[in-house]
């Protein structure tokens, strides 16, 4: 659920002693019916490529993989799922009885998974595989062998609705949030709900509408600089919205996997999007502004590309990537330039300074480092948290740029000294989005808890905490 690594929360019940009657069991307490095990009557072994990793793409990986890891458990390749998650090894080679993945998979144990929301429990030929792979010892693929899987997507849980993505309009009207595979527009003043931008010709693996802007999560997204057009980037597309309307101009397809960054030139007339498959190359594209590839830029990065950024003269780009390494690229020749070296973790995001002199990073190492363009140089390390941080802007025609991170912080800093000059509080968990009007006044953030939440950008007062109709709390009208 990389940004490579992001986490989500977990929450503990302690139980209470004392001398009670014992409770009548009901739904919720009530031990999972097991998913019946088939005989397989199998000698030969069990391909984690061919057999097993289908299962987990289709079954599992909406929340165990890219930047959703739930449980601190990713399955995206076979040794973070051999790792394990936040309890340990999920799996014992050879003991399936006893591994939790095969206990919490074939509802012998709770909390079942998948969750019930979700309603795509594995068959028992699924489950009986799993089993037996594990008890063959849980074989890894072959290692000179890679395997090109479709992946079949299915809508994400219902309670899975982080909000990954953010913009404000140009016009600084609205806020544009990106909430699960949902994308929700609220008055940039007020915080009032407006509407939610639906693509009427999405269909489910089944053909049902989906409801939705995309199958997956938006991971990513951009407005033009006229205002007039919205880039989101989801699993392997972007879609490219009229903003105003509220209409879909054009869906790209073609990526690798998600799209985790998208931003648009100063001059409108192109946009860039970084993304790829984790560990295999990270995947930058420059189209022009009807959607058009214009630049792909091959074997830039070993490894997911999290961040890319325009200079302000248009005329290089700047990439971040959990290889570890900062990038610039001529455009639109996709020539390397300069690369920057320093972080000891991914890279999550990068932008550059309104002189263009500067360039600053941000990632997993929980540090900021400021960057002498010019000289190819570090300026300077700052400590940005307790925890990763996730996305990085600067405001635009200023040496200032705000910053979000998995501690809930939010603060604008001063790209000049380093130092922190406000700080946005409010927030209750894990950021993973952050947007900002061109003149600073107006500032959003969001993340795992599905909360948007309004700034006044000047002050740092929490001006409203957003959230579309169908997920606001309900109020009791007072009785009579």
């Keep these: 659920m990389l940004r490579s690594t992001l986490t989500a929360l977990a929450l503990v019940a302690f139980p209470v002693f004392g ?6 069991p009901d739904a919720k307490s009530a031990p999972p019916t097991p998913i019946p095990l088939i005989d397989l009557k199998r000698t030969d072994v069990v391909s984690y490529e061919k057999e ?15 930047n959703l890891t739930e449980g601190k458990f990713d399955m995206s390749t076979y ?22 993945l095969f206990k919490v998979s074939g509802h012998i144990i709770k909390p079942v998974m998948p969750p019930k929301s979700e309603e795509n429990p594995l068959t028992s030929q699924e489950v009986s595989l799993i089993r037996l792979w594990i008890n063959q010892g849980a074989k890894p693929p072959a290692v000179d062998v890679k395997v090109k899987r479709t992946v079949v997507l299915n809508l994400p849980p219902i309670l899975v609705k982080p909000v990954r993505a953010l913009t404000v309009s140009p016009d600084k009207a609205i806020v544009v ?28 693996v089944d053909g049902k509408p989906a409801n939705s802007a995309h199958i997956s999560l938006v991971e990513s997204m951009a407005a033009s600089p006229d205002g007039k057009t919205l880039a989101t980037g989801s699993f392997q597309e972007v879609t490219l919205w009229d903003l105003e309307k509220g209409t879909v101009k054009l869906r790209i397809g073609g990526f690798a996997d998600r799209v985790v960054a998208i931003q648009y030139a100063p001059d409108g007339k192109s946009f860039a999007t970084g993304g790829g498959a984790p560990t295999e190359d990270g995947e930058i594209r420059i189209f022009s502004a009807d959607g058009k590839l214009v630049t792909d830029i091959k074997n830039g990065h070993s490894d997911t590309v999290f961040g890319v950024s325009f200079s302000p003269d248009c005329k290089l780009l700047a990439t971040a990537s959990a290889d570890k390494f900062v990038k610039v690229f001529d455009v639109p020749t996709g020539k390397l330039v300069k690369s920057f070296e320093g972080h000891t973790h991914h890279v999550l995001d990068v932008g550059w ?10 990632g997993a190492d929980n540090i900021i480092k400021v960057w002498d363009y010019e000289k190819g140089e570090k300026l300077r390390d700052i ?46 968990d894990f950021l993973y989005a952050i947007g900002i009007s061109d003149d600073g006044k107006i500032l959003a953030t969001g993340g795992e808890d599905g909360t948007i939440r309004l700034y006044n950008g000047a002050d740092g007062k929490l001006i409203k905490a957003m959230l579309p109709p169908d997920a606001a709390p309900k109020t009791e009208l007072p009785k009579k």
């Design 19 to 24: 001398f009670t009657e014992d409770p009548k």
């Design 52 to 66: 097993i990793l289908p299962i987990f793409v289709a079954k599992c990986q909406v929340c165990h993989a890219g």
């Design 79 to 100: 040794a973070s799922l051999m790792k394990g998650g936040k309890r340990g090894a999920d799996i014992l080679a050879g003991k399936a009885d006893e591994s939790f």
């Design 177 to 204: 949030a990106g909430r699960g595979n949902q994308i929700h527009l609220f008055d940039a003043k007020t915080g009032e709900f407006k509407k939610t931008l639906v693509d009427p010709e999405l269909k489910t």
């Design 353 to 362: 300074a309104s002189d263009g002199k500067k360039l600053a990073s941000a």
């Design 383 to 428: 400590p940005g948290g307790t925890k990763q941080i996730t996305r990085l802007m600067f405001v635009p025609k200023t040496m200032t740029f705000v910053t979000c991170a998995g501690d809930s912080g939010a603060k604008l800093w001063n790209a000049d000294n380093g130092g922190v000059l406000r700080n946005f509080d409010g927030a209750k």
